[in-house]
């Protein structure tokens, strides 16, 4: 164990740092543990993909994790007694690349853990993270901690680092750091490739000059490859970067901007029309800005919700980059546009072309306009979610071609890709027996 003291704008923060480098088990891709191996669950998928052909990983958690460069996804899995561990697959067959070892909670208090991925100087980890109290004296006093085991989405090999917090945290991944405070003025951020940590309070947060909004109820809403992004009362800025009001989309309040997703490149930001512009009662603005420069990649306009949702959706991308959809929102970057499925031009679940169309005499129907919400999206523009759901009945599965902005519904049974790395879906599934899998399937070939 080394205890290692680190800056952090002019605090310290002591952390304990574990930098024992663990093994891991080898993946045996003809023995009895090939998850890949056997019949894959049957249900009802989008046409685009290949139900025959793909793996099956079952008995895992159907929370999981995504290296897309270095093709892996990672799930936690029960290792007996009370223990996890966390198994690396390979994204196209399913097989275990490394198993990583069985570890036990160190005690009742400590929460479930969590994954989460991120990336730094092209290597790509695995986070797994859960907070709880450590011992620190024979005496039985305790601190309370995040403990994070990070795993190299490659290798497999482990760093355990415990980070002491105060108060229950929100862990965040996808830029060059593991940010801990996530909704708060203060945070810590830990270097995925030496387990180094670095704390920020609120004076370290560089407001802008002149902001006097930026001091009230701050918030730090993510990290970037180019600094943290930091929300203030009305404005928002990324530490050391861009400030908010200098880069809103035209025809916006520049004072109005809410950034709402936070990616390692990537910020999707809300704004408000200007005051007396067309819409400005009905419509705000989202775009999706450069981390680096602010510069606006591209926009769309949603109807102003009767509700402000507490939380709103996170950025998903495809796995080129080029695509990204949040909640109603799609996006192409290439093209510079962006579409928004609110419920001003969505067919209900009894549009033309519906197979299993409303019967328009049944009052329980739900005939009108619903928004869509979209989780996934491919690098050949094709984007997959569900209507809204109403009380007459669950949300529709959706398909998207974002080149023409059409959404299509598809058969009410047909599970959709929780992500698509790379051309190929993963498919979370839990059969009759209660017993969880993931699924995967490839893509048709353009000529298929």
């Given at each position: ?63 999981f994790a995504v290296a897309p460069t270095t093709g892996s996804i990672a799930a936690l899995e029960g290792a007996g007694r009370d223990r996890i561990r966390l198994r690396a697959l390979d994204v196209t067959t399913g097989r275990t690349r490394w198993t990583g070892e069985a570890r036990k909670a160190p005690s009742d208090s400590w929460t479930h853990p969590r994954l989460l991925e991120v990336a730094k100087g092209g290597r790509e980890f695995f986070v797994v993270w859960s907070y709880g109290d450590v011992s620190t004296s024979v005496l039985g006093g305790a601190e309370k901690v995040v ?302």
């Amino acid at each position: 164990m080394v205890r290692s003291a680190l800056v952090g704008g002019t605090l310290l923060l002591v952390l304990i740092v574990m930098l024992s480098m663990c093994g891991t088990t080898p993946s045996d891709s003809t023995g009895a543990d090939d998850h890949g191996s056997g019949p894959r669950p049957r249900f009802a998928v989008p046409a685009g993909y290949d139900t025959a052909h793909g793996w099956d990983a079952h008995q895992v958690s159907d929370a999981f994790a995504v290296a897309p460069t270095t093709g892996s996804i990672a799930a936690l899995e029960g290792a007996g007694r009370d223990r996890i561990r966390l198994r690396a697959l390979d994204v196209t067959t399913g097989r275990t690349r490394w198993t990583g070892e069985a570890r036990k909670a160190p005690s009742d208090s400590w929460t479930h853990p969590r994954l989460l991925e991120v990336a730094k100087g092209g290597r790509e980890f695995f986070v797994v993270w859960s907070y709880g109290d450590v011992s620190t004296s024979v005496l039985g006093g305790a601190e309370k901690v995040v403990a994070l085991d990070v795993y190299d989405a490659a290798y497999g090999t482990r760093r355990h680092v415990e980070v002491p917090w105060n108060e229950p945290p929100d862990v965040a991944g996808g830029g060059p750091g593991i940010l801990i405070g996530r909704g708060g003025d203060h945070a810590a951020v830990v270097d995925p490739t030496d387990g180094a940590a670095t704390k920020i309070a609120a004076k370290d947060l560089k407001y802008p000059k002149g902001c006097t909004d930026c001091r009230r109820n701050t918030e730090i809403r993510g990290l970037t490859t180019h600094g943290l992004v930091v929300r203030g009362a009305r404005q928002f800025w990324v530490r050391g970067g861009f400030y908010g009001r200098r880069v809103a989309p035209k025809g916006t309040d520049p004072a109005s901007g809410v950034p709402t997703s936070v990616a390692a490149d990537r910020v999707l930001v809300k704004w408000r029309k200007k005051h007396g512009s067309k819409g400005a009662d009905d419509l705000e603005t989202w775009a999706v800005h450069d981390a680096a420069t602010g510069k606006v990649l591209a926009s769309a306009d949603c109807h102003r919700p009767a509700i402000e949702p507490g939380r709103h959706p996170e950025m998903t991308s495809s796995f080129s980059g080029r695509y990204l959809v949040a909640g109603s929102l799609a996006f192409d970057l290439k093209e510079h546009k962006g579409h928004c499925y609110d419920e001003s031009d969505q067919p209900g679940p009894g549009a033309p072309g519906d197979a299993a169309a409303a019967d328009p005499d049944d009052p329980a129907a739900d005939h009108g306009p619903r928004p869509l919400t979209l989780t996934t999206v491919t690098d050949d523009g094709i984007a997959y979610g569900t209507t809204a759901a109403h009380s007459a009945g669950g949300g529709r599965p959706q398909e998207v071609t974002l080149a023409t902005a059409t959404a299509e519904a598809l058969t009410p049974t047909a599970h959709l890709p929780a992500v698509d790395v790379g051309g190929y879906g993963i498919f979370p599934y839990t059969d009759s027996a209660d017993v969880d899998h993931l699924v995967g399937h490839p893509r048709h070939s353009p000529a298929g």
